[in-house]
Nanobody, 126 residues
Framework: QVQLVESGGGLVQAGGSLRLSCAAS????????MGWFRQAPGKEREFVAR????????DYADSVKGRFTISRDNAKNTVYLQMNNLKPEDTAAYYC???????????????????WGQGTQVTVSS
């Protein structure tokens, strides 16, 4: 498994932007599909975005389409989540996740991902 460390969270006003980063170490990063999930207090962890090992396939949750962009730099062992036009409902702890192996599941769930970071808090004020 890869070890994952997120950074870039913080407090921002509605309409603002943040970029989250997730640095990976350990196993071969470029063999992993990578994802971002988020969890608000009292709610289940939910899928936000994912990107395959090559960067050629990308999925987004409907709630973030057009506002968030996932990308990766395999040379830097890093995956990013650019978040624009943030809304108060985007407030949550954001987690980076890694999925080893080639399978691209139709509907991503937390159970598909075996490696997780510790999370970074994003708070959007109205």
């Amino acid at each position: 498994q890869v070890q994952l460390v997120e950074s870039g969270g913080g407090l921002v006003q509605a309409g603002g932007s943040l970029r989250l980063s997730c640095a990976a170490s350990g196993r071969t990063f470029n063999g992993y599909h990578m994802g971002w999930f988020r969890q608000a207090p009292g709610k289940e962890r939910e899928f936000v975005a994912r990107i395959d090992w090559s960067g050629g396939r990308i999925d987004y949750a409907d709630s973030v389409k057009g506002r968030f962009t996932i990308s990766r730099d395999n040379a830097k062992n890093t995956v990013y989540l650019q978040m624009n036009n943030l809304k108060p409902e985007d407030t949550a702890a954001y987690y980076c996740a890694g999925q080893g192996g080639p399978r691209w599941t139709p509907t991503p769930t937390p159970a598909d991902f075996g490696s997780w970071g510790q999370g970074t808090q994003v708070t959007v004020s109205s």
